[in-house]
């Protein structure tokens, strides 16, 4: 083979011309190319690592609610998530204190403190506020979602901060929204922002996502703040 390729090249010096230009604007071409392309479920796989970065994992997560800049309330939620396709919500104070809610790929179903029967709810049940049992439990867009750069453009910026953008359309029954339009840092992949879509095509909610702290050997966004983009009101989670 190393006889071969030496041929090739030897026969290419002897006979320059349009031919050999092309062959060698190609050459370089496919392979430098694909070392700088990155595919969008690369991307949303990078970026899902900051929201859910084990398997197994257990979230405390305390929703404040604010009205005219002021507290208007607060409840504390344990999280216990399993794989990509399993979640379990329990209000641990408050008015919901004791309510249950798991999440499958198959649905959602509420269950109330002495109640024997679970009732079936949809993935946007509001927790508080337009905080909804899906945002809390269902963590990975990659399992939900199809991805693809966006139409308006793949690469664009939030702030000052260079980003890719996707779109994320909802592939699975399961999954919060219709469609999300989401920027992630093109450096380390890690979510800026995303405006969340109702089926009538409503840009209702817009998440935008803290730094990352570093906890058990892993960079976790643990703050994510909701604007009501119909009302201004701002959530923080």
């Known amino acids: 083979m190393i006889t071969n390729r030496g041929t090739m090249q030897k026969e290419s010096f002897k006979k320059p011309g349009l031919i050999n230009l092309l062959y060698s604007f190609l050459f370089i071409f496919f392979t430098f190319v694909p070392a700088l392309a990155i595919e969008p479920k690369e991307i949303i796989l990078r970026a899902d690592e900051y929201r859910q970065p084990f398997r197994q994992m257990k979230v405390t997560s305390k929703l404040t609610s604010f009205h005219d800049n002021k507290v208007f ?16 919500v329990v209000a641990i104070d408050g008015g919901e204190k004791g309510q249950k ?45 199809r991805v693809v750069f966006h139409p308006e453009g793949g690469e664009n910026k939030v702030g000052q901060t260079p980003a890719w953008r996707l779109l ?3 592939q699975k029954k399961s999954a919060v929204y219709e469609k999300i339009d989401l920027w992630v840092n093109k450096d380390n992949f890690q979510p800026l922002q ?11 909610k817009r998440a935008k996502f803290g730094t990352p ?15 009501d983009m119909l009302n201004k009101k701002i959530i923080p989670l």
């Open 194 to 204: 995303a405006d969340f879509y109702l089926s009538s095509g409503k840009n209702f």
């Open 73 to 88: 309330k607060e409840a504390t939620y344990e999280v216990l998530i399993k794989g990509n396709d399993r979640a379990l």
């Open 101 to 145: 809610v798991l999440m499958l790929n198959e649905g959602f179903w509420m269950r109330f403190p002495n109640s024997g029967r679970a009732i079936r709810i949809t993935p946007m049940q509001r927790l508080m506020g337009d905080a909804s049992y899906g945002d809390l439990g269902k963590m990975s867009w990659a399992n939900d979602y």
């Open 213 to 227: 702290e570093l906890k058990h050997g892993r960079f976790i966004i643990l703050e994510t703040t909701f604007v």
């Open 168 to 170: 994320l359309s909802s």
